[in-house]
């Protein structure tokens, strides 16, 4: 079955390891057998690699890209992984993450990559909140009953 890949102007994308940029107009691309490829918006840079969910995407996405390397960057999964399970208590997350374990064993990296964004947003919304922070309105409740 083919891929097709429809390309904004200047978009960059990676086939098999090779960098590869689009014209200055949007095209569409149909690649006709399997190849490993990631657009530029689904690829990591190192110095983004700053939270504990990308810690963990960051070695499945090289894998990916070299394949003839991904026993190295395993280790590195697999460590990234136990951390991130062992701080979690949360049951939705914790099976993402063997569903994530389980596609990564089986070298099904590209799935791993898509399921791995979820814990992207799952990660969002847990560091956003502030315990002990009430919302304006509720301090200025809380000053009113303490007067």
Known sequence: MALKLSLKPG???????????NGDRRSALVI???VSILRERDILAEEDVNTPARR?????????????????YYEE??????????????????TLCVEISALVMNRNYYRALTLCR??????????S???????????????????
Do not use: C, H, W
């Open 56 to 72: 963990i995407y960051f070695p499945i996405m090289l894998s990916y890209l070299d394949p003839d390397n991904a026993s190295k």
């Open 32 to 34: 006709q057998n399997k």
């Open 77 to 94: 999964f697999i460590k990234r992984m136990m951390e991130f399970m062992n701080s979690m208590t949360n049951q939705a997350a914790l």
């Open 118 to 127: 979820k814990l992207f947003d799952f990660e969002e919304e847990l560091l």
């Open 129 to 147: 909140y502030v315990p002990g922070r009430l919302p304006e309105d509720a301090e200025s409740v809380g000053n009113a009953a303490a007067d």
């Open 11 to 21: 978009e960059k994308f990676v086939v098999n390891g090779a960098v590869i940029a």
